[in-house]
């Protein structure tokens, strides 16, 4: 069988896919982590920022020289740069034979014939209906512990800044059906933990023979196949927490008490310049009333720092309001600006690139701060951990997962991964809690 060596950059849902990739390749390619060994290398790529695409392009290069000492080699390349560029990269990177768009996998197997036969192949078709549900993906990447399963696809949001709308397509939700069956058979394989995952998986919504199925519905669904199943989910716009899929994070003691909830910028008017629909006071609302029903849950988030006409003052604000939330963790990024977005081409990038830089060290600064003295509240308790592997620290230590979804090391006793443990926290970083089984 001929060899198959997957790259895959970006979120989560770019790590699924490559899973589905492998699946559907799996009868023509064997998969090797040797990239030296591959006679097809795919890379999964991401447009989000555009030092994403950048990393790629370097790549593509490296693949170039490599390609001339191995003519037989093939390239192909897939996922939201892709999408995003079209065919313009067939010309650009010599290094390419083929391109897929993310919801154009199943016609990979053409796609290479044609490559092979030297013709010019790409397929960056999006659907409206495309969601791959009766693929079962080949979970290479997992650790046998937790795995993903992609729930919805695409975006209808159109946030001013984010192009994933234009590369990966409209919302649209799976057969609940075909999900369970992946979670029951992530159990029936070992698995302790699944991630319901979508660019936007509170807006889930699936609707057959007059019934309709929501997020919260879903989750329900999920977490009553076992209580031995942890259940998970990301990522989350605020305008769509409902209060349903609050009470039954409360309620089921296997859903995780962890919801990552990107707010993005602070200030109500920011938000409004980044078409969030949702102000200052609703997001702090939404938090409030996760705190209430759900108070030891713990709430991570996104920002994006020098967005357009970003002012002091409502820099001043998105920390003000990451103090108030007091985020356990937060992905922080400085704005890049995406073509054929909303702020593309209604307003001008008009932050200096230092400031920028200045606002997002003020961010992660603070942030640090935060992640400390939220661990350092864990100091004394015990919590229950999924253990998911060896410390790389040392071999006498494990890792797992806290229900809040911080990472802590504990010497190993006698668990070994894929068990519950109840470890006490004897002390903290800000990324990792320190502890021991009891
Ligand atoms: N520039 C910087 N960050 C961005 N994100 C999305 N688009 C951009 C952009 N153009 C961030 C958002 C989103 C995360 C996945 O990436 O914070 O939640
Ligand atoms: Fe992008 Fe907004 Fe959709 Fe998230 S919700 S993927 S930030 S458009």
């Known amino acids: 069988m001929k060899k198959l060596f997957i790259e895959t950059y970006g979120c989560q849902m770019n790590v699924a896919d490559s899973e589905v990739v492998a699946s559907i390749l799996a009868s023509q390619y064997e998969l090797t982590t040797q990239e030296d060994d591959a006679d097809l290398i795919l890379i999964n790529t991401c447009a989000?920022?555009?030092?994403?695409?950048?990393?790629?392009?370097?790549?593509?290069?490296?693949?170039?020289?490599?390609?001339?000492?191995?003519?037989?080699?093939?390239?192909?390349?897939?996922?939201?740069?892709?999408?995003?560029?079209?065919?313009?990269?067939?010309?650009?990177?010599?290094?390419?034979?083929?391109?897929?768009?993310?919801?154009?996998?199943?016609?990979?197997?053409?796609l290479i014939e044609k490559a092979a036969a030297g013709e010019e192949a790409y397929d960056v078709t999006l659907s409206k209906s495309e969601t791959y549900d009766d693929i079962m993906p080949l979970r290479y990447a997992a650790n046998g512990v937790s795995g993903f399963i992609s729930i919805m696809r695409g975006c209808d949001n159109f946030c001013a800044y984010c192009v994933v709308p234009f590369t990966r397509g409209r919302e649209r939700s799976r057969n609940p059906q075909t999900i369970l069956a992946e979670a029951r058979q992530l159990l029936a394989d070992g698995y302790k933990e699944v991630t319901l995952l979508g660019q936007n998986v509170n807006s889930y919504r699936y609707e057959a023979d007059g019934r309709v199925t929501t997020f919260a519905d879903l989750m329900e669904m999920v977490a009553l196949l076992s209580p031995q199943l942890r259940v998970r989910f990301a990522t989350s716009h605020p305008k769509d927490i409902s209060d349903e899929l609050i009470h039954v994070i409360a309620k089921y003691p296997n859903v995780c008490?962890?919801?990552?909830?990107?707010?993005?910028?602070?200030?109500?008017?920011?938000?409004?310049?980044?078409?969030?629909?949702?102000?200052?006071?609703?997001?702090?609302?939404?938090?409030?009333?996760?705190?209430?029903?759900?108070?030891?849950?713990?709430?991570?988030?996104d920002i994006i720092a020098g967005f357009s006409g970003e002012t002091e003052e409502e820099h001043q604000a998105t920390l003000s309001l990451m103090r108030e939330v007091g985020y356990a963790a937060a992905y922080m990024f400085k704005y890049s600006v995406r073509d054929n977005t909303y702020a593309a081409t209604h307003y001008q990038d008009d932050i200096p690139e230092e400031l920028k830089i200045?606002?997002?060290?003020?961010?992660?600064?603070?942030?640090?701060?935060?992640?400390?003295?939220?661990?350092?509240?864990?100091?004394?308790?015990?919590?229950?951990?999924?253990?998911?592997?060896?410390?790389?620290?040392?071999?006498?230590?494990?890792?797992?997962?806290?229900?809040?979804?911080?990472?802590?090391?504990?010497?190993?006793?006698d668990a070994k991964k894929g068990d519950y443990v109840q470890v006490r926290i004897l002390s903290c970083t800000a990324a990792t809690l320190m502890g021991e089984i009891v």
């Open 48 to 110: 989000v920022r555009d030092n994403a695409e950048q990393r790629v392009r370097a790549r593509l290069r490296e693949l170039e020289s490599w390609k001339r000492r191995r003519p037989a080699l093939m390239v192909g390349l897939l996922g939201c740069m892709a999408e995003r560029l079209k065919t313009q990269l067939l010309h650009d990177a010599p290094a390419l034979d083929f391109i897929a768009g993310p919801d154009a996998y199943r016609t990979l197997p053409e």
């Open 257 to 301: 008490k962890f919801i990552h909830l990107p707010v993005q910028a602070g200030s109500t008017s920011m938000l409004q310049r980044m078409r969030r629909v949702y102000t200052r006071e609703q997001y702090l609302e939404r938090i409030a009333t996760i705190k209430r029903v759900v108070p030891e849950c713990s709430i991570a988030t």
């Open 358 to 413: 200045k606002r997002l060290e003020e961010i992660i600064a603070l942030q640090q701060q935060l992640s400390l003295e939220s661990n350092q509240q864990d100091v004394g308790k015990v919590f229950e951990v999924l253990v998911e592997g060896t410390s790389k620290r040392s071999a006498d230590q494990l890792f797992g997962r806290t229900s809040q979804n911080k990472v802590a090391v504990f010497p190993k006793k």
